[in-house]
């Protein structure tokens, strides 16, 4: 008799914090037969992978897939079907797998590219995905400022090509989020000026972490080393009186 293919379990692992990760997906890490993560295909570092150690028994077995940092979408979708079939060869062996991923699982994730490489490559596989909390959940949890209040919208953005993003929906939403704002800080800075929102804005850097820190001006940010785990909150709303944790 043929074996029945094994389920794959999509994880949220959180924004770094490992006591931030759902208890479902604690118990998940506990019984599955691999965990599947991703990193640079110049390295074999997971932060997905430190974040749920805690959680991950001693005796499981953890494979680090490579994926290229690099914009072109050749190479990217490459990498995820070469990646979604090794986790495919073993759910086929009957194995559970998991897939960690930074944050939330459908949020800007690999996680994401990954469940549709395998519902491509292979329909019948069972996919189960628990979702995680968000660094900018986390983010306006550590400020005490809530992302949104009575009928206001929130609008989430990647920093990468910089401020652009904002310039075309500036009067979309009363509250922004900048994810990724590692880089073209200065350009990302401008167009938060530009929206009028540059006074009631935020950055977190290595959010939920020991070393999580908040800066009060972004425009401070522009004068800094870029962080790869900062992000910014702007709002229309009061002024934030933000404090540094206890």
């Keep these: 008799?043929?074996?029945?293919?094994?389920?794959?379990?999509?994880?949220?692992?959180?924004?770094?914090?490992?006591?931030?990760?759902?208890?479902?997906?604690?118990?998940?890490?506990?019984?599955?037969?691999?965990?599947?993560?991703?990193?640079?295909?110049?390295?074999?570092?997971?932060?997905?992978?430190?974040?749920?150690?805690?959680?991950i028994p001693e005796s499981s077995r953890v494979i680090v897939l490579p994926f290229p940092m690099t914009k072109d979408m050749a190479a990217k979708k490459q990498a995820w079907e070469e990646n979604a079939?090794?986790?495919?060869?073993?759910?086929?062996?009957?194995?559970?797998?998991?897939?960690?991923?930074?944050?939330?699982?459908?949020?800007?994730?690999?996680?994401?590219?990954?469940?549709?490489?395998?519902?491509a490559l292979a329909p019948h596989i069972a996919i189960e995905t628990i979702p995680g909390i968000t660094s900018y959940q986390a983010a306006a949890a550590t400020a005490n400022t809530p992302l949104m209040e009575g009928e206001e919208s929130l609008l989430i953005l990647s920093g990468v090509q910089g401020g652009d993003n904002l310039r075309k929906h500036m009067n979309s939403a009363e509250n922004v989020v900048f994810l990724k704002a590692y880089k073209n800080m200065d350009d990302i800075v401008a167009s938060v000026e530009e929206a009028g929102l540059i006074e009631n804005s935020y950055g977190i850097i290595n959010?939920?972490?020991?070393?999580?820190?908040?800066?009060?001006?972004?425009?401070?940010?522009?004068?800094?080393?870029?962080?790869?785990?900062?992000?910014?909150?702007?709002?229309?709303?009061?002024?934030?009186?933000?404090?540094?944790?206890?």
């Design 85 to 119: 079939a090794t986790i495919i060869a073993a759910l086929e062996e009957g194995l559970h797998a998991a897939f960690l991923t930074l944050g939330d699982t459908m949020t800007y994730s690999t996680c994401g590219y990954i469940i549709q490489a395998v519902q």
């Design 1 to 55: 008799m043929a074996k029945s293919a094994g389920k794959l379990y999509g994880i949220g692992v959180g924004p770094g914090d490992p006591d931030l990760i759902p208890l479902k997906s604690v118990k998940i890490l506990q019984k599955v037969d691999l965990i599947f993560a991703a990193s640079s295909s110049k390295n074999n570092h997971s932060q997905a992978v430190n974040i749920a150690a805690p959680h």
């Design 207 to 246: 959010c939920s972490l020991e070393d999580q820190e908040i800066v009060r001006d972004i425009r401070e940010l522009q004068n800094r080393d870029p962080k790869y785990w900062t992000l910014i909150v702007a709002k229309k709303g009061h002024k934030t009186q933000l404090k540094q944790p206890a």
